[in-house]
């Protein structure tokens, strides 16, 4: 199914409801159990980023594990507070994925703190009712569903561009959906966070999710804010969702391998990273 088909189907029903039939109508899915089941994950996403929020983490490297605590104990200059809670937030969950704590791999472990990001500063800024925001997560889990049918979701697949890329394009779509009940507009800025990220490269330091992973996060989220507020105002991408996806799957199959998670190339070939990942097994082994 294409987000095409998908908006469509949301001229005669909320796209909320599309996305939940279509998954029964594909799968023999209980459209209510279905949504319990997403609702179940929301409630980890929620708690989870109440619980994390801020603190200081220790991670298996020791490369991160202070940057959450770091900048929710830092007074922006620039930055406005949904987007001040959504870093801190990305920051915090991505740093405790990295301490082997409870996350939603949502859309996978890497890029875990992009939806967080977005929800919880919803739940805190504009307290919604529980199903109102869940109407939007389940918006975002449709878009990641496209995307992992037509391309991947899988760094070592298609770089990071398809792990945080697809986090974005799901954050910034949910995000839209719960100011503005479109499919179109939902679209849109799905299309324009994930074009933001294509080529993107997955080059962990040591093969650990840390380096550049959690910053990764804490930067991205802003991206898929601003892609949500583009398309909000009115902004379209010229090139159509489905197509971005289907560009982004077939640059992803023409990354290298040492792109692709290996922690052979990028920022993970640098001599200060491999000189860092030698002192990690020393303490390590």
């Known amino acids: 199914m294409t987000w095409k088909e998908i908006s469509e ?3 005669n029903m909320e796209l909320h409801e599309v996305i939940l039939t279509l998954e029964m109508l594909e799968n023999g899915e209980d459209p209510v159990n279905l949504r319990n089941m997403l609702g179940d994950i929301l409630k980890v996403i929620l708690e989870e980023s109440e619980k994390q929020y801020g603190k200081k983490q220790k991670t298996l490297t020791g490369l991160t594990g202070e940057n ?3 900048f929710s104990n830092y007074s922006p200059k620039l930055m406005g507070e949904f987007n001040y809670i959504a870093t801190t937030t990305a920051l915090s969950i991505a740093e405790s994925n990295a301490s082997m704590g409870r996350i939603a ?6 890029s875990s703190g992009i939806i967080p990001g977005v929800y919880y500063s919803l739940y805190k800024l ?3 009712s529980f199903e109102e925001l869940l109407n939007s997560f389940i918006v975002s889990g449709g878009v990641g569903n496209v995307i992992a049918k037509k391309a991947t979701l899988s760094g070592a697949a298609g770089g990071c561009q398809a792990e945080i890329g697809a986090a974005a ?3 910034a779509a949910g995000l839209s959906y719960f100011f503005i009940k479109s499919a179109d507009v939902a679209g849109n800025a799905a299309a324009l966070a994930l074009k933001s990220l294509m080529g993107l490269v997955c080059d962990p330091v040591g093969g650990f999710v840390e380096v550049p992973c959690v910053k990764r996060n ?4 802003n991206l898929a804010i601003s892609s949500a507020e583009l398309a909000m105002s009115g902004i379209k991408s010229v090139i159509p969702l489905d197509e971005v996806i289907d560009a982004m799957y077939k640059v992803g199959k ?5 792109l692709r998670e290996t922690g052979e190339g990028g920022i993970a070939a640098t001599p200060t990273a491999r000189k860092l990942i030698d002192n990690i097994k020393n303490k390590l082994f």
């Open 9 to 11: 189907m949301s001229k």
């Open 68 to 70: 959450a605590f770091k």
């Open 105 to 110: 791999a949502c859309p996978t472990a890497g």
């Open 126 to 128: 504009f307290n919604p």
């Open 169 to 171: 394009a799901m954050a």
């Open 218 to 221: 804490g930067n991205i989220v």
């Open 254 to 258: 023409s990354l290298p391998e040492s």
